[in-house]
């Protein structure tokens, strides 16, 4: 071996090209390696520029959902060395004890072109697989040789327990949450227990490269905190992977999987961080900020304006009321992000399991606008069974939410059937998933499923004029379908709309 110390684990944190942001996850292994006398080191691959990723803050701004950003070229700037030559390096200089990979299922090809090139230069070096793909798919992880170890569930407990027995010349055969290859062997461990939030030590951001601190919001880059408030989701969505999540760690004695943190301990993280990094901003990175009960609220208020930092977060419309947009605006709310998912409230009930009625969304949006303050709303495009008629509806209701409140962004996502979620099943046994897991990063307009190449291309060319329809007013409309075709003339119209946009604005 070679010069081997330890008490080292380097993590690796593959992420899309200019993806930035902290994962909370990932940064809490760390915390509670470092609280264990472990070294630690972490690898993105935020900055390294792919043939086959698309940089996705240019991809928004070009589809007219997000603004441009003013500060980019200073801020978000390329490595000019290749990610094989770092990663080498880095591994053959703090050669650690093993090697910690964090995957999504968007990510995981990228997990495979570290750990493929890992496996290959320093076979010695075990490498150990987790976060939410590895969760829910993980045979397909288990099945990949570059990875020795898969942990599903919660890492914090799994991972230390992990560093005691490789330092120590242990097996991991009896640690929770780990799958291990043993000789011809395997064994797969339940899930560990659930971690008390209020308990485990706050997420450990200074491993990350600084530039990861950095994303963008209305066109400016700012330095920017994740700040964890709660874990898991009490919704039933057939879009997302949490209800399977929840049964798994009911069917395994694991405890709640959806904890909120006390208020006084989300006032205390914060102080913390803002402490550490004086960041410009704060993102709430739970999946519904405001499903909190009226006296946590009151508390959260009075004690988040001591800090003095412009925050936003994403939650649901039905949770957004005048009184709170009100005391939030008054100590610093600066944006949210809404998931609309579907315009027509039949399909939106039935298939998605969303459950809201679209004057939530008018009320919702009128409070908004009464505190000057817009948001990001989420649209998904291309389920299965849905028509053009079903997309239209979409749009539409988007348009009405936009003449409204001009500070309204209409975010739109090409459906995407992650694995463990109910319509990943529904696209399954309707033959629509022709791959073993995804070879890239949905910001791809291309849908991932195997719908005829004629839908395919219609859904194409509605997801890059879905902004038109949204903002231009319907006399544009015949000249918006020429802008869907993928020819020339369809090209010259898209690029003429989108002109005609920007100089309006
Ligand atoms: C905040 C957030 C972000 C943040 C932070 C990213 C991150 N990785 O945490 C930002 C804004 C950067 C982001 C970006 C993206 N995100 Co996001 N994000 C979330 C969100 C809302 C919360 C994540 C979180 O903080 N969870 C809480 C922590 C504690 O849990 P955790 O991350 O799973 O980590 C625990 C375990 O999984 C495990 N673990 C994790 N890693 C490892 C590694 C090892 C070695 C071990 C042992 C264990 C282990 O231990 C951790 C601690 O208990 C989730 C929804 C969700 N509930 O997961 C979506 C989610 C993770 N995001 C998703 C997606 C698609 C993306 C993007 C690809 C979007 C895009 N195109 O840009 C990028 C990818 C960036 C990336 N590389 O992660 C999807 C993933 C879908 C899937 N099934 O794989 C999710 C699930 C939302 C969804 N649509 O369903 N995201």
């Not at 330092?167 to 899930?191: F, H, M, Y």
């Not at 989300?266 to 006296?295: G, R, T, W």
Request: net charge neutral; proline share 5%; glycine share 4%.
């Amino acid at each position: 071996m070679q010069n081997s110390v330890n008490n080292r684990v380097l993590l690796l944190y593959p992420t899309p090209y200019k993806v930035t942001g902290l994962p909370v996850g990932l940064a809490t292994l760390s915390a509670v390696l470092k609280q264990n006398g472990y070294e630690v080191k972490i690898f993105d691959t935020a900055f390294y520029p792919s043939e086959k990723e698309l940089d996705q803050n240019h991809a928004r701004a070009d589809l007219l959902i997000s603004k441009e950003i003013v500060n980019e070229k200073e801020t978000l700037v390329d490595n000019v060395s290749r990610m094989e030559e770092d990663l080498f390096k880095l591994t053959k200089d703090f050669y650690p004890l093993f090697i910690g990979v964090s995957i999504l299922e968007p990510t995981y090809y990228i997990a495979l072109s570290m750990t493929r090139f890992i496996k290959k230069n320093f076979p010695a070096i075990k490498i150990i697989a987790g976060g939410v793909f590895p969760t829910l798919s993980p045979d397909i992880v288990f099945e990949e040789e570059s990875i020795d170890v898969v942990c599903v569930g919660e890492g914090e407990k799994s991972i230390v327990e992990m560093a005691k027995n490789v330092a120590n010349g242990k097996d991991l055969d009896d640690i929770r949450g780990l799958w291990i290859k043993s000789g011809n062997e395997t064994i797969k461990n339940p899930p560990a227990q659930m971690n008390d939030i209020e308990k485990i030590p706050h997420p450990d951001y200074e491993s990350f490269a600084p530039r990861l601190l950095l994303k963008p919001m209305q066109g400016r880059i700012y330095k920017m905190i994740n700040i964890e408030s709660s874990r898991g989701c009490p919704y039933i969505c057939t879009y997302c992977g949490a209800p399977k999540l929840r049964k798994y760690y009911k069917d395994n004695s694991c405890g709640n999987y959806f904890r909120t943190m006390s208020v006084e301990r989300v006032i205390e993280q914060i102080n913390y961080q803002v402490e550490q990094y004086k960041p410009e901003f704060i993102y709430f990175s739970s999946e519904s900020f405001l499903s909190m009960n009226d006296a946590d609220f009151d508390k959260f208020v009075k004690e988040y304006a001591k800090v003095n930092l412009p925050f936003w977060f994403q939650t649901r419309i039905e949770t957004i009321s005048e009184d709170k947009i009100r005391k939030l605006k008054e100590v610093g709310l600066f944006w949210l992000t809404i998931g609309l998912e579907h315009g027509n409230e039949d399909f939106r009930k039935k298939v998605l399991r969303r459950n809201y009625k679209n004057d939530a969304l008018f009320e919702g949006v009128e409070i908004l606008k009464k505190f000057d303050l817009g948001a990001s709303l989420n649209n998904i495009m291309g389920f299965p069974d849905e028509t053009r008629e079903l997309i239209f509806d979409t749009i539409a209701i988007n348009k009405k939410l936009y003449d409204v409140n001009k500070k309204m962004e209409s975010n739109i996502f090409m459906f995407t059937p992650y694995q463990g979620c109910e319509l990943y099943d529904i696209c399954k046994s309707k033959g629509l998933i022709n791959y073993q897991f995804l070879d890239s990063d949905p910001v791809d307009s291309e849908s991932c499923l195997n719908f005829d190449r004629k839908w395919k291309d219609e859904l194409k060319g509605l997801f890059r004029t879905f902004n038109l329809y949204v903002k231009l007013p319907e006399k544009y409309y015949t000249e918006i379908k020429i802008a869907e075709q993928f020819s020339e003339e369809g090209n010259k119209k898209l690029r003429e709309l989108k002109e005609f946009i920007k100089k309006s604005n």
